[in-house]
């Protein structure tokens, strides 16, 4: 049985799928990883309430990135790559207050900024190719 299914395995390792190739999927993969690394750190007061939602709208950007690859029709992956476009949104008062909380810098505060921007501006661009 092993061998049927090993060797499936080993004929899909190196497969990637179409979303991996996007940069804006990577860039959100990067900054999800950024919003989990400042979960882990802040304290439990912050690390339930701001903390959780950060993670959960960072994730959900890569997440909504991939699932609106794959679907067949163009208004269903502009739906998800909308949802994805807002996920960056939903991020920014959470940086805002993280940084008003002193739980990051104030170079973090720019550079998270500054990543939420370039990821709206780079699905943007990709809602516009589909249309």
Known sequence: MCNVKCGMMEKYKDYVFDFEK????????????????????????????????????ALSIANNIAEGSGKPTKPN????????????????????????????????????RSDCLFIRNKIGKLIKSQK
Do not use: W
Request: hydrophobic share 40%; net charge positive; charged share 25%.
């Open 22 to 57: 996007l940069d804006v999927y990577q860039m959100a993969l990067d900054f999800t990883r950024k919003a989990f690394e400042i979960h882990k750190r802040v304290p439990q007061v912050y690390r339930f309430s701001i903390g959780g939602q950060f993670t959960r709208a």
């Open 77 to 112: 992956r502009i739906k998800f790559y909308s949802i994805a476009l807002t996920s960056a949104r939903e991020c920014i008062p959470m940086i805002t207050l993280l940084f008003s909380e002193n739980q990051i810098t104030k170079e973090e505060h720019k550079g998270l």
